[in-house]
């Protein structure tokens, strides 16, 4: 297997308050991975997928990707490559279609084109979704609506890592395996991975290829 | 009845002490609706009385002195008060608010009274304290209000728009584009008790200096012409020091990495 490694990160470390989370702890993600990571609740998940997306101060460790460092990158281009689905996600005022096309605005993203309609669409429709969720209200939408929108839009990025933090918590059953479906085509249409949240022991288990263990 | 040049009527002390019987309608109130609130009135009319006349005596002998440097140090303590008393009505602190306050306040403070002393008003000379001390003063205390305004409104809108900063960082913005809607908001929060008081100014109040000076014989249109000086003064004093605090804060709430370091709040001890 020669699969082109994308992300790593060597010996990271995280306190939280005089507690030490974790040390010591090394990562790697090739093409194609979909790392589940399994731990106790409080034991620090959410904050190391925080820690990879670089939205924390690193208290150490080495960051790379593509053999390239975070500094090299640049801080935003590096989030935009390996890109944070937070736990609880956020929309701004206006519809679905303005919170989609939001961030093509940053200057990140400025000349990389614009959102495809047609692509979005594409996967609503995947989603069990008609186009007119485009045109909802996005601070009138429900807890699962919502995961949906923020899925589809860090998706439409493609990222090289996508960092999923419980994204399905508010989703039905069907909705659920629908996402899992999407994320599995779309991993598969590049060299691109994820790493995965998920308090539903199940879906790590159908959806990762391997996991990691936080200690307490 | 002619305006007299000789100044208002003096109020004796009688009269002065038979002021402060105006107080115990508050006092009244209080005790009758539970409000809780005599002891603090007490108290504050007590401080306003005694810091009133020491600032009495002390404007008395400030107005005698004729060196520059003296004249300026009073100035700067009154400056590094209001600095001070700006962060201390906000609900959150950061390691250097206190300097960052202070570098607002008396960086948009000089510049602009020292603009109105040298340019607009221009006294004899243009330290001399008649003019300069009760200019800086109206300056400071509305640059103190927006200040704190301010401040307080960025740090709520960085703690509130927590998710939606971080949402925006991590789909790749910079720290200004992920901030610059709750950096905007403060500064317009900030701005507006300035713009209200300019909208309804003459109509609905009659600004204490103006009152001051007819009372003391001025003819009320030049008196009017101070006022106008003075609210300008106080709006440009008020955007700088706001714009120059909320920036500061800016700067020292997020990282040249593009993170948000709401690590960095505190909520002050004994605070609200």
């Known amino acids: ?216 | 009845m002619t305006p007299s040049s000789a100044g208002a009527l003096t109020i004796s002390d009688g009269r002065l002490a038979l002021s402060g019987l105006l107080i115990l309608v508050n006092v009244g109130l209080s005790a009758a609706l539970r409000l809780g609130l005599s002891r603090s009135l007490l108290v504050a009319s007590i401080r306003m009385v005694v810091q009133l006349l020491l600032v009495g005596f002390v404007l008395e002998w400030l107005f005698h002195q004729d060196q520059a440097p003296l004249i300026l140090l009073v100035g700067a303590a009154m400056a590094m008060i209001a600095g001070v008393s700006a962060v201390q009505r906000t609900r959150h602190r950061f390691a250097g608010i206190y300097l960052n306050s202070l570098l607002s306040v008396m960086a948009s403070s000089a510049l602009v009274t020292g603009l109105a002393v040298t340019g607009l008003i221009r006294p004899q000379p243009w330290y001399n304290p008649q003019y300069l001390i009760p200019l800086l003063g109206m300056v400071l205390g509305n640059t103190l209000n927006g200040i704190s305004l301010g401040l307080d409104r960025f740090m709520d809108g960085l703690r509130s728009g927590r998710d939606q900063v971080e949402t925006d960082l991590a789909l790749g913005a910079t720290r200004w584009e992920a901030c610059q809607a709750v950096v905007r908001e403060a500064i317009r929060v900030a701005m507006i008790p300035t713009i209200n008081s300019m909208m309804v100014m003459g109509l609905v109040s009659l600004p204490g200096m103006m009152t001051g000076q007819i009372l003391q014989g001025a003819a009320p249109a030049a008196a009017v012409r101070y006022q106008i000086v003075i609210l300008f003064m106080i709006a440009s004093a008020t955007a700088l020091g706001v714009f120059g605090v909320v920036g500061l804060a800016y700067a020292r709430l997020t990282s040249a990495d593009h993170q948000l370091r709401l690590d960095r709040l505190v909520r002050p001890r004994g605070g609200r």
């Open chain 1, 1 to 216: 297997m020669d699969r082109p490694q994308l992300l790593s990160a060597a010996g990271l470390e995280r306190r939280l308050g005089d507690r030490l989370l974790w040390s010591q702890l090394d990562l790697a993600l090739a093409g194609g991975d979909r790392l589940g990571l399994v731990a106790p609740s409080g034991a620090g998940k959410t904050l190391l997928l925080r820690t990879l997306a670089l939205l924390d101060p690193p208290e150490a460790g080495t960051f790379h990707l593509l053999g390239r460092s975070p500094a090299a990158w640049g801080l935003p281009r590096w989030r935009a490559m390996v890109l944070y689905l937070a736990q609880r996600p956020v929309a701004g005022g206006g519809t679905v279609a303005a919170n989609l096309r939001a961030p093509w605005r940053f200057r990140e993203r400025r000349g990389q084109g614009s959102w495809s309609h047609g692509r979005i669409t594409g996967w609503l429709a995947a989603l069990g979704r008609d186009p007119s969720f485009l045109d909802y209200d996005a601070e009138r939408l429900s807890g699962g609506e919502l995961q949906l929108l923020a899925l589809l839009r860090g998706l439409q990025f493609d990222p090289t890592v996508l960092l999923l933090d419980e994204p399905t918590a508010s989703l039905d059953g069907a909705t659920t395996a629908a996402v899992e479906a999407l994320l599995s085509d779309w991993l598969a249409a590049g060299a691109r991975a994820c790493v995965l949240i998920s308090h539903d022991g199940e879906q790590i288990e159908r959806f990762a290829t391997r996991t990691l263990e936080l200690q307490r």
